[in-house]
């Protein structure tokens, strides 16, 4: 299953705890290579590191370079600048295409594989399984890092028989989205009752829907706003998704980040009780 | 006729592979001349988009009649596959080569 | 004759929801009230997966685009079925498969090397829809910009890219311009950021903030941009933040304090600098320290 919503909804913070209710039953996915942050709170030992490459960039053999300048007239990323009469390559611009490899009348140039970000595999403190990566700067944000995780944490599931993976998802509607929610039993949308939040859950309901996937949401800060989350509710009865948790507006959440803990550790009452049903819940339907 | 799998491995007994664009690689049989020949998929599976296109695009110059995976075409593979004119069997399972041909007939 | 600094700011961060459109349209708001120096102030909207700006403030539509990038298209009698164009697309947007050449736009970089390397001209390109871009002029005077993806369409660099050309052909260099930017520090970032003046990266003084924080403060240098911290909901979590950004000489341009208040009112799409004087204040100092740089 998939935990979706938009950034600062607090999607980690309720995976993390869903990592710790599931123990061992559970291989978790950490999918928003972009800003990945739940070994803050699951502590992995990155046991298993691996460097990822996708796609390329080109680089130029300046020995057989004749400074002809057809690499720099081709290219449309600016990716080609003169420096010091030296043809260069800018390695944040290029795009990996090819078109200056292909007319080099030396053949002085060259495609290298562009290294992508990191991929892990790690045991976490409560003894199971993080998948996680990180990207690389100005790298490439495409579904091909995040289908990676989403693979890997699979198989792991599968040659060990564990039952259920859960992935924290990557936000916004792009390809990144779609790599994460294809292929998931499950979609457990996190939102909160903020113009923004409702703006953005439509918009992922609607790829979701388009998916066909099975889904579930959590309001979460739903006493900030009692009007946005009545209106919040109605949309999610329109649309037959079940709600399976509203939680309130509370700084225990930023407290329970702050002492490296997830909020079920960290919080006895209503909060924590409200997280493990919702995880009942979320068994009950899968 | 020539039918492709997408496969694990390359004889009778190997399993199909439940993906396509990145399958490990493709068996093909051919009726005619009864052979089960390998085709690794090595260097598309590296792909960082796309891998369906390519995937698509070796199975059409295999000259495959039929394509059968273990679990879905994904859209864009599909779409290659379709405007060659060749016909999809997904979902058969994990079962072995000879097991899905059976199954194909 | 008086030298005008050219100011165009970004406004970004590592990770997604720690106030950058809340900090893009109370500053833009702010400083169009103030209109100390009188010139325009333009927002510019460029999370175009999910622009939110436009949900905070109202106006006329002053213009409307559809933008579109190029993608090759298949003629077929001119085709000598050479094979050329799917040996070439590093993407795997174009599909030979013997009776025709299959294109797959969503996949496409708009290199042109398929269109140009073709022999028989086969392969012209044409423009394909990839979402719109909307102008209005806001009630207070606040020129905003704003660009959306269509659904389905994977790429956001291409639309960011041309709403740049547009504020820079709309708009000179005598108006200050606020870019609202995607979260995160992936291409669609560097994009939005490419030609800021000064990023501000906004964080918030929690292990997830200090995380993302140092991730865009490594994206940031390596495109050796000038940037500064805003630390958003001041007061939550820890002070590891502040530390961070004293021991590498990483100046704060403003703590914007929790609030309750404050999150209501965001929660409810209206500006915090009309309602909470001390929020005023505090945007009021990001301003001034914004137009102090150089």
Request: glycine share 8%.
């Amino acid at each position: 299953m998939v935990i979706s919503g938009k950034g600062g909804t607090g999607k980690t913070s309720i995976t993390a705890s869903y990592a710790v209710l599931g123990g061992k039953e559970v291989v978790v996915a950490d999918c928003d290579v972009d800003a990945a942050d739940m070994h803050l709170l699951l502590k992995p030992d990155f046991k298993h590191k691996e460097k990822f490459y996708s796609g390329k960039i080109a680089e130029i053999n300046q020995d057989e370079c004749i400074k002809c300048g057809k690499c720099k007239d081709v290219c449309r990323f600016d990716a080609v600048p003169v420096i010091d009469g030296q043809y260069e390559i800018d390695e944040i611009n290029c795009e990996g295409c090819g078109y200056c490899f292909h007319v080099c009348p030396t053949e002085a140039i060259t495609m290298k594989d562009s290294l992508s970000g990191d991929f892990f595999i790690s045991k976490t403190r409560v003894d199971n399984t993080l998948v996680h990566a990180r990207l690389a700067i100005a790298a490439d944000n495409s579904g091909k890092l995040v289908t990676q995780v989403r693979t890997e944490a699979k198989r792991i599931a599968e040659e060990n028989n564990i039952p259920y993976v859960i992935a924290d998802g990557s936000p916004g509607i792009g390809c990144p989205v779609v790599a994460s929610v294809t292929g998931s039993n499950l979609v457990v949308i996190v939102t909160e009752p903020t113009v923004s939040g409702i703006h953005d859950m439509s918009r992922v309901a609607e790829l979701i829907g388009k998916f066909g996937i099975k889904s579930v949401c959590i309001i979460n800060k739903a006493d900030l706003n009692d009007d946005i989350t009545q209106e919040i509710k109605r949309f999610l009865n329109n649309n037959k998704i079940p709600l399976i948790a509203e939680l309130p507006y509370d700084l225990t959440f930023a407290d329970a980040i702050t002492a490296g803990k997830t909020i079920v550790e960290h919080d006895s009452g209503m909060i924590s009780r409200t997280i493990r049903e919702s995880w009942k819940k979320i068994l009950k339907t899968v | 006729m020539k039918i492709v799998f997408a496969a694990t491995g390359g004889n009778w007994d190997s399993t199909v592979d439940s993906r396509f664009g990145r399958a490990e690689g493709f068996a093909l049989y051919d009726e005619e001349k009864d052979e089960l020949t390998w085709h690794s998929n090595a260097e598309n599976k590296a792909a960082g988009h796309g891998a369906g296109v390519q995937a698509g695009q070796k199975v059409v110059s295999l000259g495959a009649d039929i394509v059968v995976t273990g679990g879905n075409f994904g859209p864009k593979a599909a779409e290659v596959i379709q405007a060659a004119g060749i016909k999809m069997v997904p979902d058969v399972g994990e079962i072995t080569l000879k097991e899905a041909y059976n199954k194909v007939k | 004759m008086f030298f005008v600094k050219r100011m165009k700011i970004a406004i970004a961060s590592g990770k997604g929801g720690t106030g950058k459109t809340t900090l893009a349209v109370n500053l833009a708001s702010f400083i169009v009230q103030e209109n100390s120096d009188n010139r325009n102030v333009v927002l510019a909207d460029l999370d175009v997966e999910e622009p939110n700006s436009g949900l905070f403030i109202k106006g006329q539509l002053k213009k409307s685009e559809v933008k579109y990038r190029m993608v090759p298209e298949w003629v077929e009698n001119r085709c000598t079925f050479c094979k050329k164009c799917a040996d070439v697309c590093n993407f795997n947007a174009l599909a030979y498969i013997g009776v025709s050449v299959l294109i797959f736009p969503e996949l496409c970089h708009s290199c042109y090397a398929c269109s140009e390397l073709c022999p028989e001209n086969a392969l012209p390109m044409k423009a394909d829809r990839m979402g719109e871009m909307r102008y209005f002029l806001i009630d207070n005077g606040l020129h905003f910009v704003e660009s959306r993806l269509d659904i389905g369409i994977e790429q956001a660099v291409p639309l960011i890219k041309q709403t740049h050309e547009f504020l820079d052909s709309e708009f000179s260099d005598d108006d200050i311009k606020i870019i609202d930017s995607p979260p995160g520090t992936s291409c669609p970032v560097i994009e939005a950021v490419k030609d800021a003046d000064i990023v501000l990266l906004v964080t918030e003084p929690t292990p997830f903030g200090l995380n993302d924080l140092k991730l865009a403060v490594d994206t940031m240098k390596e495109l050796d941009k000038r940037f500064a911290v805003v630390i958003n909901r001041y007061g939550i979590g820890n002070d590891e933040v502040e530390r961070f950004c004293e021991k590498n000489g990483i100046p704060v341009f403003g703590k914007i304090p929790q609030m309750h208040e404050a999150a209501k009112l965001y929660s409810n799409g209206k500006l915090l600098i009309d309602d909470i004087k001390e929020i005023r204040d505090e945007i009021g100092k990001i301003s001034m320290n914004v137009k102090m740089i150089r």
